[in-house]
């Protein structure tokens, strides 16, 4: 399949944090900030801005791709089907962590990941004010910095830390060690890939948020799968999403939840 330079698209991510977003933050007016479907889901002119700006650069560095962003899949919900198709298809979150980023905290990401019939094939995770990125290529592995990722080791339950991206990952609090809530997708996946974080459960698989991500955790040793047991897909599914260190701790999360 066409591919792209994992550094050049990373470079990419970091030139367009550097002139669309970081000049924006903590400098937003009230007028640059505006409400999707409700106060929980924002838009700012730095995500506009910088979906805008990558979708023109990352389908200008692969020839024949195109671009799915989650701004322009909320103006035309049709895009998304681009996914399935044969054409490589660049899935873009401009700004994960809006909330955040609106009310001037740390923690917010850029995402990009790169999708060919249904599959994710690379992917990237930015964090602008950390500095820290990582990239994973599938079946070769992922890397933060020249050194390569490796998620946490499989072991019982009650050892380990997680992130419910999910109001029902409640369930397991008494089951595990803490559960660690973030406003970032994207920032929870950087400190899976690194060992900071050893589970995360979600429910709204937004592609933008978990495309990239469940490659990078996979490459780094991570274990993952639909709460079907399916493994996941960046497509539409109503079923959740849960990644562990390994096949034992996921069995034992997974049976927290109903059946």
């Known amino acids: 399949m066409s591919a792209a330079d994992p550094a050049r698209v990373a470079a990419i991510l970091a030139e367009t944090a550097q002139e669309a977003v970081l000049p924006r933050f903590r400098h937003l ?6 409400e999707k479907t409700g106060p929980a889901d924002l838009v700012t002119v730095a995500d506009t801005e910088a979906e805008r700006m990558l979708s023109v650069r990352l389908t200008d560095l692969l020839p024949g791709s195109a ?3 989650e701004e322009a899949v909320a103006a035309h919900p049709e895009l998304i089907e ?3 198709g044969a054409n490589p298809v660049w899935v873009i979150d401009p700004v994960d962590g809006t909330a955040l980023f ?3 905290e740390a923690g917010f990401t850029m995402i990009v990941a790169l999708v060919r019939e249904g599959r ?5 995770i930015h964090e602008p004010l950390a500095a820290r990125t990582a990239i994973a290529t599938e079946g070769e592995g992922a890397w933060m910095g020249g050194r390569p990722l490796r998620a946490s080791a499989d072991r019982p339950i009650a050892e380990l830390v997680g992130a419910p991206l999910w109001r029902k990952g409640r369930i397991l609090e008494g089951a595990v060690r803490r559960l660690d809530y973030r406003g970032s997708a994207g920032g929870a996946y950087l400190d899976l890939a690194e060992a900071k974080l050893d589970f995360l459960v979600a429910r709204r698989l937004n592609p933008w948020d978990h495309a990239a991500g469940v490659l990078i955790h ?6 993952g799968r ?3 047991g399916k493994p996941y897909r960046p497509l539409p599914t109503l079923t959740g999403l849960l990644l562990a260190p390994g096949p034992r701790s996921w069995a034992e999360l997974r049976a927290r939840f109903d059946p």
């Open 29 to 34: 007016t009230p007028g640059d900030i505006h």
């Open 120 to 124: 994710t094939r690379m992917g990237w």
């Open 218 to 223: 996979g490459e780094a040793g991570g274990y």
């Open 67 to 69: 671009a799915v962003g």
């Open 102 to 104: 609106a009310k001037g």
């Open 82 to 84: 681009r996914l399935s």
């Open 226 to 228: 639909l709460f079907d």
